[in-house]
């Protein structure tokens, strides 16, 4: 049967569609690392699966489309320990930053309005935008410069009648930039000119590294009407299946917008509500020990992955992400033939191709996107996976002889 033009033209999330071949090498008996996904192996705090185990209510209701008072409160204090204003009323919960995402563009935009993004970015924001019907206008950031912030003259060159907002991500997935203030600054300022809106996804905003200071855009009071933020407890409790995010704006409109698209969906999941206040009663050092562990585990897997030779990749300051310049033709091919072809001592490694990273067609087609949210000794195995498997696909697949 005929599926809608609208579907059939979007596309597969590079992070998940090479499953398939994944699951057949599991079949096989191969030990596959995940360096595909997001999926820290970090524990969730007790305190969230304490509140989860001991949900005593006869009835699972519907709870309230905004969220529960409760976790919005918690998390305005939680804002407050960053030096950051935000009242509850600021604050709708969301099913997952990517709702979030996706209530921000239907509440923004008409069809065929347009945002503007920092290319690579995170390829679900594309499906999201195609729901909505936006168009995406990309600005190219280089791994030559570490993926920075392109010029302020580059983004306004791309502005027009449709455009309803600039879109970045800080810390930045897939690249690990962390946007400055003076970069965030620039833009607000580009914005207010323009009149239209910022959105920055801080969904990984305490994974910062190297003692670099994260930035929110919550901190521009004086541009808080065209400021929204999007974020999340998936990774930064690593609760990424209790689907628990928010849009935090002053621009009370938006968010009263916004309330019809979430009244629709009645409310966000009741229990992992409960468990997401909870989690924000979490010790503040567990946080803090998350962050150090990524930053211990982006140190092991970016000077490993800096020795094989023909391989690119610089130190991200930011997220649990790199994007890696790979030695081949077409790094969705190499990643396949990792999985199909080739294991190394019973293990073989699902990189992301990072070409669905990318609006602009054929860029990305030799990078892909790592992340290093396990364990150094399962990152290890990884890097020497690919170094081998880059050497075996290169002298049987591409013909090159090193
Ligand atoms: C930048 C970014 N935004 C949003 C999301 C969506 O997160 P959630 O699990 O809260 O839907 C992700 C998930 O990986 C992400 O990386």
Known sequence: MQMSNRVSGFQCSPIRRLVPFSRDAEEKGIHVIHLNIGQPDIKTPKEALDAIRSYDKDIIEYGISEGELFLRQGLARYYEKYGLKISPEDIMITTGGSEAIQFMFMTLCDPYDEFIIPEPYYTNVATFANIAMVT????????????????????????????????????????????????????????????????????????????????????????????????SFSKRFSMCGARIGAIVTRNREVLESALKLAQARLCPPAVEEVAAAAALNAPDDYVEAVRAEYERRRNVMISRMQRIPGVRCSLPK???????????????????????DFSYNGCTTMIAPAEGFYVTPGLGRQQARI??????????????????G?????????????
């Open 136 to 231: 995406l206008r990309p600005v190219t950031s280089s791994s030559d410069d570490n993926f920075a912030l392109p010029s302020i003259a580059e983004f306004e060159k791309r502005i027009n009648k449709k455009t309803m907002g600039i879109m970045l991500c800080s810390p930045n997935n897939p690249t690990g930039h962390v946007y400055s203030h003076e970069e965030l600054r620039g833009l607000l300022e580009l914005c207010r000119k323009h009149d239209i809106f910022l959105v920055v996804d801080e969904v990984y905003r305490e994974f910062c590294y190297d003692g670099k200071r994260f930035t929110s855009v919550l901190s521009f009071t004086d541009y808080q009407d065209r400021v929204i933020c999007i974020d």
């Open 390 to 402: 880059l050497k075996v696909y290169r002298r049987t697949v591409m013909g090159i002889k090193d």
């Open 371 to 388: 992340a290093y949210v396990l364990n150094e000794e399962e990152l290890l195995m990884a890097a020497e996976c690919i170094e081998r």
């Open 318 to 340: 930011g997220s649990f992400y790199f994007v890696v310049d790979l030695p081949v033709d077409d790094a969705e091919r190499f990643a396949i033939f990792m999985l199909r």
